[in-house]
């Protein structure tokens, strides 16, 4: 079938880079983006980092420029909710009535965030995923403000570092015994948390919270420890759930997500998923994987464009993700939990260095302050078996080790 007419259900990421990349390969036919937010496209990185330190300016956030849209006949409708998919027909109904069709569907509905059991809302406990999330807490941070985060994920540790900047007193919460443990491994870990302590955040790892108090004047936690948080606002950062409600009574497969194959589509012909409602399978790991990160919604967007169009390629390659925390950037490539050996390159003590991640003398992972560089090299390095000594020797270009391997 001759595709004519693309919808995208969800106005972020995915919804942008599919617009751009189905014009960009020639596809002439209609687009529509249905956002149930009323801002059109922007990007959620900077929501945890410049724009909840600056101004709240929407400009610099637009994922589409006026002019393109313009320019590419691109049909943008804010506050349009979703309510049913007739995933056999193609056809959506949305809340105002209306329904539409289209030859290819993407279902690239995100995600909510994760709250804590027993909670009820209270305008001191905060989320943040949306820009009237970032602009609510925007007004809670400045200096003398009591801040408690819980969840000392990237996203977490990103707003502790903004809080921080503002003159918010922070501590930070999280279940397990050290932050980002789990993703980075002891060593890498405990330079996180020595980086937050050095700016003054305050840790309590390896508790939950057990009960929460929300008055008129601010909240009270109290830990699972016994210890007893009294501050003035409360942010919760503990991931996302993936909204699969639309797909899952479409009758259509999701787990973790939407379940899709390896090029996003789903088990409906002309429907796809993409981004961080998409559980894709990747033959790599094999198994259906559910990834929350800006890198991954930019390639899922590209490949279900290609899939769309009929040129469908799998793009398997590793993860990459990175966080601006004070002054510095911190990226990430791969993964970490088969590792059996760590070696650096580059001065921990300077807050310039990459670790890389070693298993079975194959490079699974890389992290880096200050040196996205090294993990653009890494990238192709990965799942390569690399001489560790290399690895650690500054007049050993890694560029260069990839090459070596190529040829």
């Known amino acids: 079938?001759?595709?004519?007419?693309?919808?995208?259900?969800?106005?972020?990421?995915?919804?942008?880079?599919?617009?751009?990349?189905?014009?960009?390969?020639?596809?002439?036919?209609?687009?529509?983006?249905?956002?149930?937010?009323?801002?059109?496209?922007?990007?959620?990185?900077?929501?945890?980092?410049?724009?909840?330190?600056?101004?709240?300016?929407?400009?610099?956030?637009a994922l589409l420029a006026p002019k393109w849209l313009a320019n590419n006949d691109i049909d943008i409708r804010t506050s349009a909710r979703v309510t049913s998919l007739?995933?056999?027909?193609?056809?959506?109904?949305?809340?105002?009535?209306?329904?539409?069709?289209?030859?290819?569907?993407?279902?690239?509905?995100?995600?909510?965030?994760?709250?804590?059991?027993?909670?009820?809302?209270?305008?001191?406990?905060?989320?943040?995923?949306?820009?009237?999330?970032?602009?609510?807490?925007?007004?809670?941070?400045?200096?003398?403000?009591?801040?408690?985060?819980?969840?000392?994920?990237?996203?977490?540790?990103?707003?502790?570092?903004?809080?921080?900047?503002?003159?918010?007193?922070?501590?930070?919460?999280?279940?397990?015994?050290?932050?980002?443990?789990?993703?980075?491994?002891?060593?890498?870990a405990r330079y996180c948390a020595g980086l937050h302590r050095s700016n003054g955040v305050r840790f309590h790892c390896g508790v939950g919270v057990s009960d929460v108090d929300a008055g008129a004047d601010g909240v009270r936690l109290t830990l699972t420890d016994g210890t007893v948080l009294d501050v003035d606002d409360v942010i919760v950062g503990v991931g996302i759930e993936p909204n699969v409600e639309l797909a899952a009574e479409a009758g259509l497969a999701v787990g973790n997500g939407i379940l899709v194959d390896a090029v996003g589509r789903t088990d409906a012909p002309g429907v796809y998923a993409a981004g961080d409602v998409a559980a894709r399978f990747s033959d790599a790991a094999g198994r259906h994987v559910r990834v929350e990160h800006f890198d991954n919604a930019n390639r899922q967007a590209a490949a279900v464009a290609r899939a769309i169009l009929g040129d469908p390629v799998v793009e398997d390659g590793p993860h990459w993700l990175w966080?601006?925390?004070?002054?510095?950037?911190?990226?990430?490539?791969?993964?970490?939990?088969?590792?059996?050996?760590?070696?650096?390159?580059?001065?921990?003590?300077?807050?310039?260095?990459?670790?890389?991640?070693?298993?079975?003398?194959?490079?699974?992972?890389?992290?880096?302050?200050?040196?996205?560089?090294?993990?653009?090299?890494?990238?192709?390095?990965?799942?390569?078996?690399?001489?560790?000594?290399?690895?650690?020797?500054?007049?050993?270009?890694l560029w260069e080790l990839g090459e070596e391997m190529v040829s």
């Open 1 to 61: 079938m001759t595709i004519q007419s693309v919808t995208v259900v969800g106005g972020g990421q995915v919804a942008a880079v599919l617009a751009r990349t189905l014009r960009r390969r020639g596809f002439d036919g209609s687009i529509t983006i249905l956002g149930d937010e009323r801002h059109l496209p922007y990007q959620r990185p900077p929501l945890s980092k410049e724009f909840l330190a600056g101004d709240g300016a929407l400009e610099p956030l």
């Open 86 to 188: 007739d995933a056999g027909g193609r056809t959506l109904t949305l809340a105002d009535g209306s329904s539409m069709s289209a030859d290819a569907i993407v279902l690239a509905t995100g995600g909510r965030p994760r709250r804590l059991a027993g909670i009820a809302d209270s305008p001191h406990i905060h989320h943040l995923r949306t820009v009237d999330d970032a602009e609510r807490l925007r007004t809670t941070l400045g200096a003398g403000s009591r801040i408690a985060v819980v969840g000392g994920g990237f996203i977490g540790l990103e707003i502790a570092a903004t809080a921080t900047g503002l003159g918010a007193q922070v501590t930070v919460v999280e279940q397990e015994q050290t932050i980002l443990e789990r993703r980075l491994g002891p060593q890498m």
């Open 323 to 397: 966080s601006d925390q004070y002054d510095r950037n911190l990226q990430f490539a791969g993964n970490t939990a088969t590792a059996d050996d760590v070696v650096v390159r580059g001065d921990m003590a300077d807050h310039e260095f990459t670790a890389f991640y070693l298993t079975g003398g194959q490079l699974s992972g890389a992290f880096a302050v200050d040196r996205g560089e090294d993990i653009m090299a890494a990238r192709e390095l990965i799942g390569r078996s690399v001489d560790a000594t290399a690895l650690t020797d500054e007049d050993v270009e």
